[in-house]
């Protein structure tokens, strides 16, 4: 689990209109590339239902989001070894549906293990009990989950792009490979990824998600079809939402800007921003490092009013939607000499067919929590150019 998310790949145009009309899955030769500033948001941490996700949903979209990465929690699922209950916030249709008629995408992420901050990172209690190693191949541990995620795997199904908003579904999370001192690892994971595709998930990606960029199951045993990895901007920490890496004095606002600066400078056109609307650890959802209030700063609060990071992340969103030189461009130079202040530092990104350049613009360090002025110099088809 993460505040940031990021990786690298290729969608076709976000709209419902479009999930609808293409046929291929996404990333296919020849869809139309697209960003994709995706909102984490978890259904079951706002029980009231598919109204107020979908009212949830909507706010992501006028911000510019135009996919939702959704943890679902086998624990609350099956609290009781052999009962599935998917009725109510359970329900994984129910989500999908409000997603489709919003028009939002969705990455599905069923579990087994989700993390998230929750008891026991999402596993039911009563796999305490089991004599089997969890997170192994061990039979009776396969055994266990094997009902929730069969179940898990036919929800998702007919909401498969093209016929409806999930783009991807991931296997497993933050998970190890197999070694002499974590035996079975990979192997479980291939189990999982079995699971899935045995019960028709063969028209979208199976993803898993890496804690940092270390590249399990990049390749190897397990290997997934899309790679993806998690990590903190600003050294951002679950336990003290009051450390913002170098300095305490930063708003979390700049953080932001800091953060996602620098993923677009690194040519990164998919990322999640973990959380956009968090809610409410009810019940005995909640680990012990964090609180009742799952709001991480998130710029949609628990009570769906807007923070002002809301402005920034709408402003930042929109311009990556109607600026498509973004996905073709690359980084070229970086320094701080494009301005006249040293504590500026400046990413170019070339080659877009377009010929057009993209100047990346962040502070050098967030130790300097005043206001910085200087003059940008640029390179157009008219020669060069000071900014302002």
Request: glycine share 8%; aromatic share 12%; charged share 15%.
């Amino acid at each position: 689990m993460d505040c940031l998310r990021s990786l690298l790949f290729f969608l076709p145009l976000l709209h419902l209109a479009a999930i609808q009309t293409y046929t291929s899955p996404p990333g296919s030769p020849g869809q139309q590339a697209a960003f994709v500033p995706s909102g984490e948001f978890h259904p079951w941490r706002l029980p009231s239902g598919p109204q107020a996700w979908k009212d949830v949903l909507e706010r992501m979209k006028a911000a510019g989001f135009n996919a939702a990465s959704v943890y679902h929690h086998w624990g609350v699922t099956e609290p009781k070894q052999g009962s599935l209950n998917f009725d109510y916030y359970r329900s994984h249709s129910d989500f999908y549906e409000a997603a489709k008629e919003v028009g939002i995408f969705v990455m599905a992420k069923p579990g087994l293990y989700i993390n998230a901050e929750t008891t026991a990172g999402g596993f039911p209690g009563w796999t305490t009990n089991l004599a089997a190693k969890a997170r192994t191949n061990a039979t009776e541990w396969t055994n266990a989950w094997t009902p929730y995620l069969t179940a898990a795997a036919k929800a998702v199904a007919p909401f498969q792009y093209s016929s409806g908003p999930i783009i991807t579904v991931q296997a497993e999370n933050e998970f190890v490979v197999t070694s002499s001192s974590n035996p079975g690892r990979s192997e479980a994971m291939v189990l999982a990824e079995n699971t899935l595709r045995n019960n028709d998930i063969t028209k979208v990606p199976i993803t898993h998600n890496d804690p940092g960029t270390n590249g399990r199951f990049a390749s190897g045993l397990g290997m997934v079809d899309w790679y993806m990895w998690d990590g903190y901007p600003n050294g951002f920490q679950c336990s003290n939402t009051e450390l913002w890496g170098e300095a305490a004095g930063e708003s979390k606002e700049e953080a932001l800007i800091r953060g996602e600066g620098s993923n677009y400078a690194s040519g990164v056109v998919y990322q999640n921003l973990y959380m956009t609307f968090g809610g409410i650890n009810w019940g005995n959802f909640a680990e012990l490092t964090v609180y009742t209030s799952y709001d991480y700063v998130a710029p949609i609060k628990e009570d769906r009013t807007l923070m002002p990071k809301y402005s920034e992340i709408k402003l930042q969103s929109h311009f990556s939607h109607t600026s498509p030189d973004i996905l073709v461009s690359t980084s070229s130079t970086a320094g701080t000499t494009f301005t006249n202040n040293t504590n500026v530092y400046t990413t170019l990104l070339t080659g877009a067919p377009s010929g057009s350049n993209l100047y990346v613009v962040r502070q050098t360090t967030n130790k300097n929590t005043s206001p910085v002025t200087f003059n940008l110099n640029i390179d157009t088809t008219q020669g060069a150019l000071t900014i302002p």
